[in-house]
C-alpha cells in the first residue's frame, strides 16, 4: 500500500515508566540532526529509509533493527515511494540500566552498529511492542517479552569497547559545556559564555563541540528544549506554558522546532501521549 502522508502515533503508560513508544510512517518528512536523552530502539516495518549516525548513512529495511544510543546524533527520513514505517521504544538510561542487570547483564548497553539485520529479534521487539499497546497482555507477559527481547539485544548485539567512541583530549572540555547547556537549556546562552568555561577560542569551541556531538551548541540547546517540552506535554502542561517554560520564543518557534525533530507538531504530540497515557 502507497502512503500518501506522515502520520505519528506516540503512546506511554504509568505501568511503564520510561519508556515511551512510537508508531509512525514518514513519506515526506525529513527530520534534521537530532538526539534522545535515552536509547532508541527501531523495528523497521515497512518500506524503507535512511539515517545519518555515527559519520556514515545507515540503511533501515524490514528485517533490520535502529539502535541508536543516548546522545548520539542522528536524521532520517524515507528513501522508498511507498514511505518508511517503523516504531519506536524509547528507553531511559535509568530503565535500561535496570533491564540490563534484571538479565544478568551487567554493563548498560553499548551497540556495536546502528543498525543490525537480525529479524529474529525484530519479531521478538515487535511482539513487546503489541503487547504494551494494543493486546489486552498482563503485565507479567509484557515483562516476559520484553526481558527476553532485551537479553537477546545485549548478548547479540552489544559491545564493551564499542568502535565508533573516540578517545580525546578534549573530552572533559565537551562534557564541562553539555553540563553547563543541560543545567541552563530555557535560559539565552553565548558562545562567550560556553568558551569561559574553557579557554577556548569560540571558533574552537563550535569545532570541537560539532565534531564530538555532530551539532552545533544551539542545536544541541535546543533539542534538549524539545525534549523538556514533550515531558511536560505528557503531564498535562498546556503548549503555551510549555513553551515559555522551555525558553523558546514563542509557540511558533517551538511549533517548527517540534516538527523538524520528532514529525508532530506539540498539539499532535499532546494528544496522542494524553490518550496513550489512559490505556
Keep these: 500500500m502507497k502512503l500518501t502522508a506522515d502520520k505519528a502515533h506516540f503512546w506511554r503508560s504509568d505501568k511503564w515508566p520510561g519508556f515511551e513508544l512510537m ?57 522508498s515511494e511507498c514511505g518508511w514505517l517503523y516504531r519506536d521504544f524509547y528507553i531511559s538510561v535509568e530503565c535500561m540500566h535496570d533491564l540490563a542487570q534484571r538479565v544478568n ?23 513487546v511492542f503489541v503487547a504494551m499497546t494494543t493486546m489486552p497482555a498482563t503485565h507479567l507477559e509484557q515483562d516476559y517479552l520484553l526481558a527476553k527481547a532485551i537479553r537477546r539485544l545485549c548478548v547479540r548485539h552489544g559491545c564493551q569497547q564499542p568502535a565508533h567512541v573516540r ?15 543541560h543545567a541552563h537549556f530555557a535560559e539565552e546562552i553565548t558562545i562567550s559564555r560556553l568558551a569561559s568555561l574553557t579557554g577556548w577560542s569560540t571558533f574552537h ?40 517554560s522551555c525558553g523558546f520564543y514563542d509557540q511558533s518557534h517551538m511549533n517548527r522546532l517540534f516538527r523538524r525533530m520528532l514529525g508532530a507538531t506539540p498539539g499532535q504530540y499532546r494528544r496522542t501521549a494524553a490518550i496513550s497515557s489512559k490505556t
Design 105 to 127: 547483564v551487567t554493563q548498560i548497553p553499548e551497540f556495536c552498529s546502528a543498525t543490525v539485520h537480525d529479524p529474529e529479534l525484530a519479531h521478538e521487539f515487535r511482539e
Design 205 to 244: 569551541l563550535i569545532r570541537a563541540f560539532h565534531e564530538a556531538t555532530g551539532i552545533p551548541p544551539h542545536a544541541y540547546q535546543n533539542t534538549l528544549r524539545v525534549a523538556q517540552a514533550q515531558e511536560q506535554l505528557r503531564n498535562g502542561e498546556s503548549i503555551a506554558d510549555a513553551a515559555v
Design 23 to 79: 508508531r509512525a510512517h514518514w513519506v515526506r518528512h525529513s527530520f534534521s540532526k537530532h538526539f534522545h536523552d535515552c536509547y532508541t530502539i527501531g523495528i523497521n516495518d515497512g518500506g524503507a529509509g535512511n539515517f545519518d549516525c555515527r559519520h556514515k548513512k545507515q540503511d533501515a529495511w524490514p528485517g533490520r533493527l535502529n539502535l541508536i544510543e543516548p546522545g548520539e546524533t542522528h536524521t532520517g527520513g524515507a528513501s
Design 167 to 181: 578517545v580525546s583530549k578534549e573530552r572533559e572540555a565537551i562534557s564541562r559545556i553539555r553540563d553547563y547547556i
